[in-house]
T-cell receptor, first 117, second 114 residues
């Protein structure tokens, strides 16, 4: 079965410093990888995705993620953190077609990002 | 949360009652999903539907039921068989047919059992 792991429950960073939120995956075949952000008592918002192509993916709000096949990782990054980036971040993977459950997504447990002024 | 509405925002249930959570989307998406979110556990899939009149159980379907009679609607019923229903429930949809479409999420319903 497909799965993702987010090894850090919480990441603390000072405003203006670079941030990294880690994600590793386990899939059969080529992975379809996603990052989402959740603000308190809200639904998830899509940030970016990797399907194929360039290993560095750029997304919303200045975020980017690097796909590393040899390390089976898809870490989320931002060069300069903002206090407003403080939120819960989820990594997700899905089965690529034509696997039977290709509409099914598998989410990590989430990483809480705290950006301090 | 564009295009997906969930109601109510807060719901209180007495023990032994069934309750139904509403999810409506106007994005013309084929696939719809229900997730349960508990602190520290991320999102767990309850049910998903890839097309009207069809749905599949997710990882924690026991005590829940769904229907998909219309493309835009995917209501979730939390039955009295669900022993610990207090949680935040999220509905999502996506356009099926291509491999790379992301999910769009509603704002969520917080269910509390009294």
């Amino acid at each position: 079965a497909q799965s993702v792991a987010q090894p850090e429950d919480q990441v603390n960073v000072a405003e203006g410093n670079p941030l990294t939120v880690k994600c590793t995956y386990s899939v059969s075949g080529n992975p379809y990888l996603f990052w989402y952000v959740q603000y308190p008592n809200r639904g998830l918002q899509f940030l970016l995705k990797y399907i194929t192509g360039d290993n560095l993916v750029k997304g919303s709000y200045g975020f980017e993620a690097e796909f590393n096949k040899s390390q089976t990782s898809f870490h989320l990054k931002k060069p300069s953190a903002l206090v407003s980036d403080s939120a819960l971040y989820f990594c997700a993977v899905r089965d690529p077609p034509p696997l039977y459950n290709f509409n099914k997504f598998y989410f990590g447990s989430g990483t809480k990002l705290n950006v301090k002024p | 949360d564009g295009g997906i509405t969930q109601s109510p925002k807060y719901l209180f249930r007495k023990e032994g009652q069934n309750v139904t959570l509403s999810c409506e989307q106007n994005l013309n998406h084929d696939a719809m999903y229900w997730y349960r979110q508990d602190p520290g556990q991320g999102l767990r899939l309850i049910y998903y539907s890839q097309i009207v009149n069809d749905f599949q159980k997710g990882d924690i379907a026991e005590g829940y039921s769904v229907s998909r009679e219309k493309k835009e609607s995917f209501p979730l019923t939390v039955t009295s068989a669900q022993k610990n229903p207090t949680a935040f429930y999220l509905c999502a949809s996506r356009q099926a047919g291509t491999g790379d479409n992301e999910q769009f999420f509603g704002p969520g319903t917080r269910l509390t059992v009294l």
